[in-house]
């Protein structure tokens, strides 16, 4: 996809939030071993953004998984990018995928998951889950380790 390299912006600085998801800026650093296939995990279990309908705020457990090749996403602009959905509406299934999309256009990854963990809305939690890519053979992709909603056990 050929991105132009540019020095990572965020990183040892003060910055300001994104307005926007479409407004972060998410950054890449060199890969310090592109030969070796291994999993790089981050988990968001206080992700927040709003219901486009109602404007009443969602809560997610993300988990994000993904064997990089060349590129790591750098994780203070990735925290900034998930920031960035606090104030954004989208439905759960589009917010997930949107996410995952944008984290394999910047990185083009071997492989990618990620899990959405949402919270209840209207009684009734959504889990949305989506993967590209192929995980190479023999790589350890551990569980994701979030249990299914049990509402009060």
């Not at 300001?16 to 479409?22: E, G, H, N, Q, T």
């Not at 296939?37 to 953004?49: I, L, M, S």
């Not at 809305?121 to 889990?127: N, V």
Request: with cysteine; proline share 10%; aromatic share 12%.
């Amino acid at each position: 996809m050929g991105h132009k390299e540019k020095p990572v912006t965020t990183l040892g600085r003060a910055t300001k939030l994104p307005a926007s998801p479409d407004e972060a800026v998410l950054e890449r650093v060199p890969n310090p071993h592109p030969n070796a296939n291994y999993v790089a995990r981050f988990t968001a279990p206080e992700f927040t953004c709003l219901c486009p309908v109602t404007g009443q705020p969602d809560f997610a457990h993300l988990v994000i998984d993904y064997v990089p090749k060349d590129w790591l996403v750098e994780s203070k602009s990735l925290k900034l990018f998930l920031t960035a959905f606090r104030n954004h509406g989208a439905f759960h299934e589009d917010t997930t995928i949107a996410i995952g999309k944008r984290i394999v256009e910047l990185l083009e990854p071997q492989f990618l998951r990620i899990g959405g963990y949402w919270f209840p809305r209207g009684g009734m939690p959504i889990d949305v889950f989506w993967q590209t890519g192929t995980l190479p053979q023999g790589v350890w992709l551990p569980d994701q380790g979030v249990a299914p909603y049990r509402g009060r056990g």
